[in-house]
């Protein structure tokens, strides 16, 4: 009998490491009997994940992947945190967005988030939020010094950052206290709307700020319009390092040295439910932007600011408490990735203005993960991880690619004119909405487990966002349109269309591919009416003609497929089904068309429903 040493923790050390040649052997196993005969990097690579930007996320990551050293904590190149501290001590900015136009409401609003743990305001302003004039009704209450203000005004940055420069004054807040992002961002603006500004007048905000007030930054570089036109990860950190050297050009050739022109931006990410590409996201903007920093001969000011949203691509209008999971991860990756503020959007955000439900577990939602899971009290928890390293130093690369092919075009400026930008992005989004319609990235609630029977929610109307511009994206919009498609039947007619599914033989041969019938066609607001018990040919003619349906499919194994699939078919076309569909593959007599595992889900449902007569 071997006796363990005392500490009872050595137990590995009893036995030999293993080899990644032994894994993959493993691994060519486990696919072998799912039918992938493949050895070697090939049965890696079958389990692999390719992600946008040509990037690949592999099974396994080991020492192997070992990426560049990334330094410390608030040193060049500032992967590992823009500060020594990171957000240990106080946890990430808690940032809640408000737009809306009455000043009056927006004040209550704003009082009770910093009643209950909001520490800093995001205001539209202008024509898109409260307006200039009403500012003061609306910050009316909040202690200024005490409560950092980021405003978003667009083409109004200027008067809407006098009129809060007037507030601070007005209040007696020491200039030196006063904090936040006056929000001057012309080219995110001309990115949004089309109309371009002229610089002049956020660059002299820039000298002010420079000379007067150090706590506050007169630049956003927004990187929102870009990921909301459907651009990826790469895009969007590639967009945004071409907008700040467009900002620190402008800044230093009307006099600002380069550390005071970077102390001026603020950058703004979008923040997804794909945690391990958020997380590696912010960390290889850290990283880039050092680069720029660098280059520019001020690496000591390449510690960029960093504010972090919640993506609005990603919010879905159909179930939309999903939304509070899907914010709830996107959160956690910011967290983890370091952004120094985090906004996240309230789970009603594309209905309309959030209720005070809404906004609180919005704002709860960072609280419960930096209080109660702590997760800001590490220091970039994580650094060291293979995974995220390799990510974070793939992902710098193609962001750092789409860059020079920016600056090749003559800068953000020119290449957002010269349609280059708008096409590259609509090119990404093709490529992805071919996925998410095939619902190889499935939509929780939308294109993977609607729910008809779900009561709609609504909200006031939030004021029009600025348009002109890139275009505005969502995941959901193809089975949006499908299921409002659905809707304004049930309201007409009293009645959505119905499906009939007809399960031959037994539940063990037919629930699962009835069930993935049924979640197929509910996607496209098209009730499922299943019928389990269906003997034969003339037993499923009647149920059909019971169900109230207008098209059917037939659910059931290969084998029972080849029995009965022909003869059901026929029947149920002579009963009056409109278009017969068979859950799997094949060529059956009878059957019109098959749905499966990645078909073209909006392309079937579309159709389907232009043959029902659902306009």
């Known amino acids: 009998m071997t006796v363990l040493p005392d500490d009872g923790l050595s137990l590995a050390a009893e036995f030999p490491d293993a080899t990644h040649e032994q894994w993959q052997r493993l691994v060519e196993g486990v696919l072998r009997k799912s039918g992938k005969d493949v050895s070697g990097t090939a049965a890696e690579q079958a389990l692999s994940t390719a992600l946008e930007d040509g990037l690949t996320t592999r099974p396994l990551y080991t020492s192997r992947d070992a990426a560049p050293a990334v330094g410390h904590p608030g040193f060049a190149p500032f992967v590992r945190g823009a500060t020594p501290g990171g957000n240990a001590a106080t946890g990430w900015d808690v940032r809640q967005r408000h737009a809306s136009t009455d000043p009056a409401r927006a004040n209550e609003a704003v009082l009770g988030d910093l009643e209950n743990g909001v520490t800093s305001l995001w205001l539209g302003v202008g024509a898109h939020g409260v307006p200039v004039s009403g500012l003061a009704r609306a910050l009316d209450g909040v202690y200024l010094d005490l409560a950092p203000v980021a405003l978003d005004a667009g083409a109004e940055f200027g008067p809407a950052a006098r009129e809060l420069l007037r507030l601070y004054e007005a209040a007696g807040v020491p200039k030196e206290s006063a904090r936040g992002t006056l929000g001057a961002d012309w080219l995110g603006h001309e990115a949004r709307s089309g109309e371009e500004l002229d610089p002049a007048e956020a660059v002299e905000l820039a000298r002010l700020c420079g000379r007067e007030y150090p706590g506050l930054r007169a630049l956003a570089v927004d990187a929102l319009p870009y990921h909301e036109a459907g651009g990826s990860a790469a895009q969007e950190l590639g967009a945004s390092l071409a907008t700040g050297v467009a900002y620190l050009r402008e800044l230093t050739a009307a006099g600002l040295s380069v550390e005071e022109a970077c102390a001026q931006l603020e950058f703004r990410y979008a923040a997804t439910a794909d945690q391990f590409l958020t997380i590696a996201k912010l960390r290889a903007a850290r990283r880039l932007w050092a680069r720029v920093a660098e280059v520019c001969g001020a690496s000591a000011a390449g510690a960029q600011r960093q504010h972090a949203v919640t993506s609005p691509v990603m919010m879905t209008r159909r179930d939309p408490w999903v939304n509070m999971l899907r914010t709830t991860v996107a959160c956690l990756g910011a967290g983890v990735g370091g952004a120094d503020a985090v906004t996240v959007l309230p789970f009603d955000h594309s209905l309309g203005l959030p209720d005070a439900f809404a906004r609180r577990i919005a704002r709860n939602t960072s609280t419960i993960l930096i209080e109660e899971s702590h997760l800001a009290r590490v220091i970039d928890p994580a650094g060291g991880s293979w995974y995220v390293e390799r990510l974070t130093d793939e992902l710098a690369h193609a962001a750092w690619g789409f860059f020079q092919e920016i600056e090749r075009e003559g800068g953000q400026a020119a290449a957002l004119r010269s349609g280059m930008i708008r096409e590259r992005l609509a090119a990404t989004w093709a490529a992805r909405g071919k996925k998410l319609a095939e619902r190889r990235e499935p939509i929780t609630g939308v294109s993977e487990f609607p729910h008809l029977a779900e009561r709609p929610v609504e909200r006031e109307p939030a004021p029009?966002?600025?348009?002109?511009?890139?275009?505005?994206?969502?995941?959901?919009?193809?089975?949006?349109?499908?299921?409002?498609?659905?809707?304004?039947?049930?309201?007409?007619?009293?009645?959505?269309?119905?499906?009939?599914?007809?399960?031959?033989?037994?539940?063990?041969?037919?629930?699962?591919?009835?069930?993935?019938?049924?979640?197929?066609?509910?996607?496209?607001?098209?009730?499922?009416?299943?019928?389990?018990?269906?003997?034969?040919?003339?037993?499923?003619a009647d149920a059909f003609k019971a169900s109230g349906a207008t098209v059917a499919c037939l659910c059931s194994s290969d084998a029972l497929y080849a029995e009965q699939a022909e003869a059901v078919a026929h029947a149920l076309k002579s009963a009056g089904a409109r278009r017969v569909f068979l859950a799997g593959r094949g060529a059956y007599d009878g059957v019109d068309a098959y749905v499966f595992a990645g078909c073209d889900a909006v392309a079937v449902l579309s159709s389907t429903l232009d043959r029902m007569g659902v306009a």
């Open 464 to 540: 029009a966002v600025p348009s002109g511009g890139l275009p505005r994206v969502r995941r959901d919009e193809a089975y949006e349109e499908l299921r409002a498609r659905s809707d304004a039947h049930l309201a007409s007619t009293g009645a959505r269309p119905k499906v009939f599914l007809a399960g031959l033989g037994p539940a063990a041969a037919h629930t699962a591919r009835a069930a993935f019938a049924a979640n197929l066609f509910q996607a496209g607001g098209i009730e499922a009416v299943h019928e389990p018990a269906t003997v034969d040919a003339a037993s499923a």
